[in-house]
């Protein structure tokens, strides 16, 4: 299935695999680097440097062996039905009518709208091809690799993340097409209706937003959900979605049972008439593979037809004229390197994310002036970019329970599982979240109670991820991928030998905590500094308490006491240690500061409102737009990515009315 060649330099003998299109590169050590070629002809230029399980090595393998022992969907999967545009060489000076900048979330919308709206567009993206384990909804955690995933730095805030690496938060990304929609783990909530509705900028209500999401929605399982979920659903869009496989794996059920019996509501749809409730998550998954937006958009026949793709071409800038008036960008391009600019006769369009768009915008004189002025960066506009980044912190709570050991053959005969492994064994994230107002929860009498309107606002969202007993070197990957310190990763790994493990993660929803994304030098190839900051504001912790407590209540159900479940309680540097004093908010407090981990859902950081006006332009800068997480002026409740897609559709709507003439 792969084949294998070695290059040598004077430094480092190098390992070239090539796996079906794709090229992976591990140096001497085993380590897999970064590979930016798609053709071993075009040579395996390795850049070295990522850790062990974080360069997502060891479970690629994993998966790429699957596909060689010939599990049929796994090798299906590798095999897509489908094929990505092909990457087109740029020359010096080339111009557009619209040039858009990453192909994400929006980035692969905007550009396809104005494509099929007949416009000549340019489509500029870092990356190349999504990894072939990319389409594989299970292979998540083995998308972990630098060449599809950039791996960001943070810098620690000293109250947050304190069992992570460094004590800093992780901050991942997708680099290819379809950005992070090629690597995250697909769920599919539009949020609260709510959300737009207090925004209160003129033309966001949700009534004016529900078309967008409608639009590109897809969904293949309506005959699934209740006759008054259909007013709420579209079944004909481009992003084919629906419910994952069943996994078969019993604690899907039970975990649904334990919050019944706390008198939450079986919502059958977090995306219909309520969102409060526990529920089987609708996917971006069609046919048990990913559906990214990289096969949504840029994956169809006429948009292929259209639309030009630059691939492994990273924008360095904006070209901006003395009249404030952008012109078009600078790009490093393609194997050479090439230093280009290229033009737009009509807009430019940044999508590069809530990470990268303010790097760029401030490179190119947008940006808080005191900041422009430290990095001697002249100043063309004096606005809040970079300002307010909120992103979803969270915290997990480890659950033991009884499970007979799982044969490792399990994982073969697990053909059958989309999202999630097989029946009884290894990692399963598990479909089932549930969404809360704890504020309307009764911790005495253990019940969710409230009816009134605040309690149809989801303050917490929680997650479950299985990993079952005796897999425990998986396991061990799996906790390293989760970016926590050797101390933890011993603990989890030593009881998970003898236990399954039942990952419940509390997400608070609207986070007051925020950070900021700075320049570190005006060297556009070098990561901004980004500060998530998370839990700096006292009132995130005080909810992620509630929602550990509600945890507790969870597992003392009769579904989770039958399967003698109990919670993990990890000894923590500084934090109270041993019997009654684990029990105490003092160690849930401790707790909840090391094991804080971010859902990867930053956003704000160039906003409607505050850096954008309500047809999405940059302000004090004519001809330059931003449409991804960075404009989304607040989290909305629950998983971002279906608003960004709705933000692209509806830039690409601003885009063709204002440009008519
Ligand atoms: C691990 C993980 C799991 C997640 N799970 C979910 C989930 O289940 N559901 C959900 O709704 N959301 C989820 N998210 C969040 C969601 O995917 C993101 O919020 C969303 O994709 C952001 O979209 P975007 O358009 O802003 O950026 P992206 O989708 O990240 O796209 C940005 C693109 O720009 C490219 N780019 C960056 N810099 C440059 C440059 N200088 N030049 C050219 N191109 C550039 C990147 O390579 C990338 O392709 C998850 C995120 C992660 C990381």
Known sequence: ???????????????????????????????????????VAVGCRCRCGCAGAECGGALRLVFLLLSVLGTTQF?????????????????????????????????????????????????????GDPDPTSW??????????????????????????????????????????????????????????????????????????????????????????????????????????????????????KIIDGYEALNFPHNPDVNGVSQIGVSRIIGYTYRNERMSTARGYLGRDDVKRKLKVAKYTRCTGVIIDDDNVARGITVVHGPSNARLRLYASREVILSAGALVTPQLLMLSGIGPADHLNEMGIPVRVDLP???????????????????????????????????????????????????????CYDFVNRQLTGNSTEC???????????????????????????????????????????YALIRMTSVPLQPKSSGTVRLASVDPLQAPVIFPNYLSDDRDLEE??????????????????????????????DCPSGGQQQDSDEYWRCYA?????????????????????????????ARLRVADASALPRLPRGNPAAAVIAFGERLADFLLEDNIN
């Open 1 to 39: 299935m792969f084949f294998s060649r070695n290059l040598s330099d004077s430094r480092i003998k190098r390992e070239c695999r090539l796996s079906l299109s794709t090229v992976t590169c591990y140096s001497g050590q085993g380590k897999q680097c970064e590979y930016p070629s798609t053709h």
């Open 75 to 127: 090798a299906g999967a590798l095999l897509p039905s489908f094929s990505m545009p092909v990457g087109v060489t740029l020359t010096d000076g080339e111009e557009f009518e619209y040039i858009v900048v990453g192909a994400g979330a929006a980035g692969a919308p905007v550009a396809a709208r104005l494509a099929l709206a007949g416009a000549s567009v340019l489509l500029v993206e870092a990356g």
């Open 136 to 253: 594989v909804p299970a292979a998540f955690v083995a998308l972990a690799n630098p060449a599809m995933n950039y791996q960001y730095k943070t810098i620690s805030n000293n109250v947050s993340c304190l069992s992570s690496w460094n004590r800093a938060c992780q901050a991942r990304r997708g680099k290819g097409l379809g950005g992070t929609t090629s690597i995250n783990y697909m769920m599919y909530v539009r949020g609260n209706r709510h959300d737009f509705d207090e925004l209160n900028i003129t033309d966001w209500s949700w009534k004016q937003m529900e078309p967008y999401f409608l639009r590109y929605e897809g969904l293949q399982d309506l005959n699934l959900l209740p006759a008054s979920s259909i007013p709420y659903h579209n079944t004909t869009g481009t992003m084919k979605i629906g419910f994952f496989e069943d996994s078969k794996n019993p604690w899907h059920s």
């Open 385 to 439: 970019v970079g300002n307010n980044m909120t992103d979803h912190s969270m915290v997990s709570i480890y659950v033991k329970v009884e499970e007979p050991l799982n044969l490792p053959k399990e994982i073969l005969n697990s053909s059958e599982s989309g999202m999630l492994l097989p029946p009884s064994g290894s990692i399963s994230l598990t479909d089932v979240t549930t969404f809360v107002n704890t504020l």
């Open 456 to 498: 149809e606002l989801p303050t917490t969202q929680f997650y479950h991820l299985y990993t079952g007993r005796g897999l425990p070197i998986v396991e061990g990957v799996i906790f390293r991928y989760l970016g926590l310190d050797e101390s933890v990763v011993n603990q989890l790994s030593e009881v998970s030998k003898n």
């Open 544 to 573: 992620m308490m509630r929602g550990i407590r509600i945890i507790e209540q969870l597992i003392e159900t009769t579904v989770f006491k039958a399967a003698g479940a109990s919670l993990v309680r990890l000894e923590l540097k």
């Open 593 to 621: 500061r090391h094991l804080t981990a971010t859902t990867f859902h930053s956003v704000g950081t160039s906003a409607l409102g505050r850096v954008l006006d309500a047809r999405l332009r940059v302000r004090g800068v």
